[in-house]
């Protein structure tokens, strides 16, 4: 799968053991950003960028990483067709896609180590949406709200 990745300054630690896990899993990894720690840059231009790769196609999912995640996941879910999912358990992170399609997974790099943040990108990674009626119906119905926005 095609994976876009993004950082600010805050989320700039995981990164790489992150991008590195997903290479191990077979992912393919779309780069974003940040390509260094720069304390000036700013969260919605990284969310933007792995926002509209998802939304393009370009990729199947996407991976945002900053100081706390919320953030990025507020600007994400700006993006039309982009479902972005705060997680900072493995729980929320696999059902979020099993149950609700997301497609962007924000974390917050002050909020988990990355013992945690790996075992959570893991089970975002290896979920995938379950199509149940009641899942789909719902997502629907997500997606009503969307277009009438």
């Keep these: 799968m095609k994976i876009a990745v993004g950082c600010d300054h805050g989320g700039f630690p995981l990164k790489a053991p992150l991008v590195d896990l997903l290479k191990s899993m077979g992912h393919e990894i779309i780069d974003k950003g ?9 969260y919605p231009d990284f969310a933007l960028a792995v926002g509209k790769a998802v939304q393009s196609r370009e990729a199947q999912r996407g991976l945002i990483i900053c100081g706390s995640g919320v953030g990025a996941c507020v600007a994400a879910n700006k993006l039309k067709g982009v479902r972005a999912g705060l997680c900072h358990d493995t729980y929320s ?25 790996t075992e959570i990108v893991r089970a975002f990674a290896n979920a995938k949406f379950s199509a ?12 009503a709200i969307e277009a009438a926005g």
């Design 34 to 42: 940040a390509y260094q720690n720069d304390p000036k840059d700013d």
């Design 93 to 117: 992170a696999a059902q979020g896609v099993e149950h609700d399609d997301v497609n962007v997974l924000c974390l917050g790099a002050r909020i988990v180590g990355v013992a945690l943040a």
């Design 132 to 143: 149940e009626d009641r899942h789909a119906r719902r997502l629907a119905k997500v997606n």
